[in-house]
């Protein structure tokens, strides 16, 4: 059963009502508070799914990831004349065309890859941000104290790597001088535990201006 609602996930309008239904809009709506964004920022979402919070944001640079045909046609239909919606995954090439970037967003994102893929875009990311850019994360997590329907919800994901706060954390902190976190368990309509981070001063490099 479950892997049949994985199945289904990929179908915009049942993925949008189970968002709302189980209460992820506000989890997400919570990390936009987080990201402070401000008008003219330059904004890069990779996973941004249908990116259906796209309304909450004010007038920024908006450049959009996700590998979901059907989600990025979903966003370019709706609000493609604001932002840029690219069906690709973010690589190395494409950081000398997006940086400076104010804020990156990776929302419900590092729970599906592996250590390695994490810290590889969690390098780009650092990578791609200008001065007093800063990078927003969210996931589901497993904590002490978890309840019992929290702690089902986190281990039947669909994703296949949901960790603890200290592994989300030693990713973060190989590519970031300053971690923020906070566990988010009272905000969605369901029991769940979602981990935020807020990662800014990236480490071992130069950082960019508008000119580099």
């Not at 330059?42 to 249908?50: A, E, F, K, T, Y």
């Not at 590998?67 to 004349?81: E, L, M, N, Q, V």
């Not at 950081?95 to 592996?114: C, I, K, Q, W």
Request: hydrophobic share 40%; glycine share 10%; net charge neutral.
């Amino acid at each position: 059963m479950l892997a049949t609602l994985r199945g289904l996930l990929g179908n915009v309008g049942l993925y949008l009502a189970l968002q709302k239904g189980v209460g992820a809009d506000r989890v997400r709506y919570r990390c936009l508070e987080e990201a402070q964004l401000r008008p003219g920022d330059r904004v890069l979402d990779v996973g941004c799914g249908p990116a259906y919070y796209f309304d909450r944001l004010p007038d920024v640079k908006y450049v959009g990831f996700d590998t979901s045909p059907a989600y990025i046609a979903h966003a370019r239909k709706r609000y493609g004349d604001r932002g840029d919606f690219r069906c690709e995954l973010l690589t190395e090439a494409h950081l000398d065309e997006l940086r400076p970037v104010d804020v990156v967003l990776l929302f419900g994102l590092l729970h599906h890859l592996s250590d390695e893929q994490s810290a590889n875009l969690l390098d780009l990311a650092a990578r791609a941000l200008g001065p007093g850019g800063r990078v927003i994360s969210i996931d589901p997590c497993l904590h002490a104290g978890q309840g019992r329907i929290s702690r089902w919800m986190s281990e039947n994901d669909r994703g296949e790597y949901v960790r603890t706060p200290e592994g989300f954390q030693a990713l973060a902190r190989a590519s970031f001088g300053e971690v923020s976190t906070e566990v988010l368990d009272k905000v969605s309509r369901v029991p769940a535990s979602h981990y935020m981070m807020r990662m800014s001063a990236p480490l071992s490099r130069t950082p960019l201006t508008e000119s580099s």
